[in-house]
DNA sequence: AAGCACGCCAACCGCTTGAGT
DNA sequence: TACTCAAGCGGTTGGCGTGCT
């Protein structure tokens, strides 16, 4: 929606997205996750910045978006939350699976701060605003009975659930630091990922193992021109390809 | 039917954080 | 230690949809 559909000064798209972009980004990010934002458009065949494609790709094209309206349970848990971590949305959107940050952000916004002032004048308590009253709650670790769906944590090992451990390539729930990639040089990183990631080329980014890469290309399939090499063409040079 | 006002929400912007050098 | 860069986060913007007059 929104910004005016344009192009910067540098050439590239902003404003809303359309169904051809959403296509790119998301058969690329399905096939080889986002191990680099800032690469990722020039691969996809995209005019975006990295960021934006982040943004789409995280509030509105990655699997397991819940959309539509908020169960009553819902609201009470953001009520609740907000109430203890103030405007921390990507910690109080982990508490609810399948919503985004930017998501339970414009609810509250919207809805949930209306209702939620008229019941506080109706009980004469003052309103709660936000990251000023609650700065010590970055450091509050929440343990959930409702784990967020999108941890962008390592696929083999458990990891703090928090959304910026480390940048890494992720699809959905599983994923590859991207630390582990940078630590492989050109020479062995084939091998270093068949060795140390154990399936990420045959079942690399299917949380649900029912759907598989067969599945997966059916789906997406690829466009004409289409770059779709995860390390670009420099590393396939540097093999010879 | 037309104009207006307002709410919703996708997307942008800028700041912060953390990792690497 | 200082610097750079990528990614994450929260605040804000503004076009679209809808209800009201």
Redesign the pocket.
């Known amino acids: 929606?929104?910004?005016?559909p344009c192009c910067d000064k540098t050439g590239l798209r902003?404003?809303?997205?359309t169904p051809e972009e959403d296509r790119k980004l998301t058969a690329y990010v399905t096939r080889y996750g986002?191990w680099?934002?800032?690469q990722l458009p020039k691969f996809a065949g995209l005019a975006r910045c990295?960021?934006?494609c982040?943004?789409?790709w995280l509030?509105?094209l990655r699997p397991n978006i819940k959309r539509g309206n908020y169960s009553k349970e819902e609201e009470e848990t953001i009520i609740r939350l907000h109430e203890s971590l103030g405007?921390?949305?990507?910690?109080i959107a982990a508490e609810l699976p399948g919503r985004t940050?930017?998501?339970v952000?414009?609810?509250w916004?919207?809805?949930l701060k209306k209702r939620f002032k008229q019941k506080s004048d109706k009980n004469g308590a003052p309103e709660k605003e936000?990251?000023k009253l609650n700065n010590n709650a970055n450091r509050l670790v929440i343990s959930s009975p409702n784990p967020p769906l999108i941890l962008?944590s390592s696929m083999s090992s458990p990891q703090p659930a928090?959304?910026?451990?480390?940048?890494?390539i992720?699809a959905d729930n599983n994923t590859v630091e991207?630390?582990r990639l940078?630590s492989v040089s050109d020479d062995n990183l084939f091998e270093a990922y068949e060795a140390d990631s154990g399936s990420f080329w045959t079942e690399p980014f299917f949380s649900d193992s029912s759907y598989t890469w067969s599945d997966m290309w059916a789906e997406f399939p690829l466009l004409d021109g289409e770059i779709l090499y995860p390390f670009g063409f420099n590393y396939l040079e540097g093999f010879n390809l």
């Open positions: 929606m929104v910004r005016t902003k404003g809303t997205w986002c680099n934002w800032r990295g960021k934006s982040r943004l789409r509030n509105y405007n921390r949305w990507s910690a940050d930017n998501e952000k414009n609810h916004h919207t809805t936000g990251t962008e928090s959304s910026d451990q480390n940048s890494s992720t991207s630390s940078d």
